[in-house]
């Protein structure tokens, strides 16, 4: 089991604002829809790495 305390799957960091947090697959399909919750700019597969356990 992993030591990490939240169920993220990928990394997202948003390239207008800076801005980066952990997200699941939910998460990333409805930022990649909405674009970023922080700042509103459109978001792309590009934006997102997977986490590494």
Request: glycine share 14%; charged share 25%.
């Amino acid at each position: 089991m992993s030591a990490r305390s939240t169920t993220g799957e990928y990394e997202f960091a948003c390239p207008q604002c800076g801005e980066g947090f952990e997200v699941n697959r939910g998460m990333r399909g409805a930022v990649l829809d909405r674009g970023c919750p922080i700042c509103g700019s459109v978001a792309s597969k590009r934006d997102f790495s997977p986490l590494s356990l």
